[in-house]
């Protein structure tokens, strides 16, 4: 019976762990209602593909930004901060770009959205396994 309940809560285990949704953070920048989704959850060690929603007051798409994820990790002792910036292209009405993730740990992410002169920021934190 032991053995049964135990299997049956590594299957539960795992099943979660493969149905487990993107990683998901809706906010406010500036103006803008932007939703990021990163294709793993939680993110991991290396690459992790990021999608950008950027909208207006009105609901509609903008597409007509520049968009760049800024991600960075804090200074440790006997470790420097780490800090690296990848541009996010158009790809339809989202941006798409790429996080190279290089340890695990807590990990600072801003996109930075600029239009007309004009740069607003959405910052959220990662722990990344």
Do not use: Q
């Not at 990790?73 to 006997?78: D, E, F, Q, S």
């Not at 790809?91 to 607003?120: F, H, P």
């Amino acid at each position: 019976m032991k053995r049964l309940m135990f299997i049956t809560l590594v299957l539960i285990m795992t099943a979660g762990v493969v149905f487990a949704k993107d990683y998901e953070v809706k906010k406010k920048a500036g103006d803008y209602n932007v939703e990021v989704t990163i294709d793993k959850n939680p993110p991991v060690i290396g690459d992790n593909n990021v999608k950008i929603e950027i909208r207006d007051t009105a609901g509609k798409y903008v597409t007509d930004a520049k968009v760049v994820v800024d991600y960075s990790m804090p200074a440790m002792p006997g470790m420097p901060a780490m800090n690296y910036k990848t541009d996010a292209e158009l790809k339809g009405d989202e941006y798409r770009a790429k996080m190279n993730l290089s340890m695990s740990g807590s990990w600072n992410i801003a996109v930075k959205i600029t239009k007309a002169g004009k740069t607003s920021t959405m910052k959220f934190t990662v722990d990344a396994k």
